[in-house]
Each structure stands twice: as C-alpha cells, then as structure tokens.
C-alpha cells in the first residue's frame, strides 16, 4: 500500500546546483501538491496541481518549477539552489473534492540542505 | 497577526491526564477546520475534521466556536503514543488556501 512516496529522503546541494523531488501517487487523485516545513512556520504550498497538465502557485513557488504531465506523479524542480531552501519538503495528494476542504495524505517528506 | 495561532507547548502530562488544545484563526469566511497529527520527522496525518456541531472520535473531541473563532483539541485518557505535534488546519478558500498552524507539541510521560 504505497500511497505518496517521495524521494530522495535526504540531500545535500551547494548553491547554484539543481535538482527534483520527485512524488508518485497510486491512489488515483486529481489534486497532488507540494508544501515545504520551516521551523517556527507551518507548512507552506509551493505549487499545485488538480490534474494531469495543471499547474499553479502556492504562497511560495519562487525558485520551484513544477510540472504534472501523468495522474500519478508530481516532481518539483528546483532551478539554482539558494540557502533560503534549506527546508523539509512534502507532498500531498488528494481526490479534488476532498482537497477542497483539507484533507491531504503526504508523504513522508524530503529534507534538503544546501550548503 | 498570524492567520492560524496556537501554543507551540509544549504540553506535558502524564498517562491518563486530559489535555486541550486552542487554536485561533483570522479570517472570519473560513470554511472547514482539521486537526492533523505529526510525530516527530514525519509527515502529518489527518487526525480529525472539525464539525460546526463538534465531534468525537474515541477519546479525541473536536470543537469549533466560529463566533469567538477558535478551534480546540481534548484529549482524554492520554497515552504515551499521543506524543505528537498537533496541527491545526483552517481552509479559506479551497484548496489554494489550506492555512497550517505552526503546531502544539504534545509529551505525554509515564
């Protein structure tokens, strides 16, 4: 019973270098998303996805590419890894009615620090 | 003003003790209210929504006041594996305004 799966679960990046998270989900849910955790914030959306060749922002998308070209996975890119990305990296998917109201699965995060 | 408030704790109790949480919100046209649970260096996981009415769901109750807009969480009969941070979730306007609150840390001790 997989669920959301996400990897890598740990990495280290330098400034400047790139990289994708990737999330894959077998539940069949329109809505996948991508939230990052900082300590003392609560989670934070970067972007978003309600299907397969639909994208948009969150409250913090600047330096994170997204695309959604299957049902089933949702890599987030990040372009030129700065510091400020140092962050622990989740994301969540639900059927687009249930995400409406708020009730996301997640995986079980990814922790990125760039040095 | 945060948008979501809540004690970051944290709480610690002894097995058995009752334990509530508050969590006030800001935005008065919030539409639906969650409680997520996160142990440690995991992901959240949904714990209960939070009806108009309140609900109960074993020895977790759920509490919703929309006029002085809070939120709470009791717990009763704690266990030691209700050692966890406790979120809550407060949705504004669809799914591209699921605000998180920070989160009550929770130690429940023999």
């Known amino acids: 019973n997989a669920g959301v799966t996400q990897t890598p679960k740990f990495q280290v990046l330098k400034t400047g270098q790139s990289m994708t998270l990737q999330c894959a989900q077998d539940?069949?849910?329109?809505?996948m998303s991508w939230y990052r955790q900082d300590p003392g914030m609560g989670l934070r959306l970067i972007h978003y996805?309600?299907?397969?060749?639909?994208?948009d922002q969150g409250e913090v998308p600047n330096g994170y590419n997204v695309s959604r070209s299957t049902t089933e996975d949702f890599p987030l890119r990040l372009l030129s890894a700065a510091p400020s990305q140092t962050s622990v990296y989740f994301c969540?998917?639900?059927?687009?009615?249930?995400?409406?109201?708020?009730?996301?699965?997640f995986g079980e995060g990814s922790r990125l620090t760039v040095l | 003003r945060k948008e979501v408030e809540q004690d970051p704790g944290p709480f610690n109790v002894p097995e058995g003790a009752t334990v509530a949480f508050n969590c006030t919100y800001s935005?008065?046209?919030?539409?639906?209210f969650f409680w997520y649970r996160q142990d440690c260096r995991k992901e959240p996981k949904l714990l209960m929504s939070?009806?108009?009415s309140g609900n109960e769901d074993g020895r977790f109750t759920a509490q919703l006041n929309r006029a002085s807009q809070y939120i709470s969480l009791l717990i009763r009969d704690s266990k030691l594996s209700d050692s966890a941070t406790y979120l809550c979730?407060?949705?504004?306007?669809?799914?591209?305004?699921?605000?998180f609150g920070t989160g009550t840390r929770l130690l429940v001790s023999p």
């Open positions: 969540a998917s639900s059927y687009r009615r249930t995400a409406n109201t708020g009730e996301l699965f």
């Open positions: 935005n008065s046209a919030s539409q639906s």
């Open positions: 939070v009806y108009s």
């Open positions: 996805s309600v299907g397969a060749g639909i994208t």
């Open positions: 979730v407060v949705n504004e306007r669809g799914f591209q305004k699921l605000v």
């Open positions: 539940m069949n849910h329109e809505y």
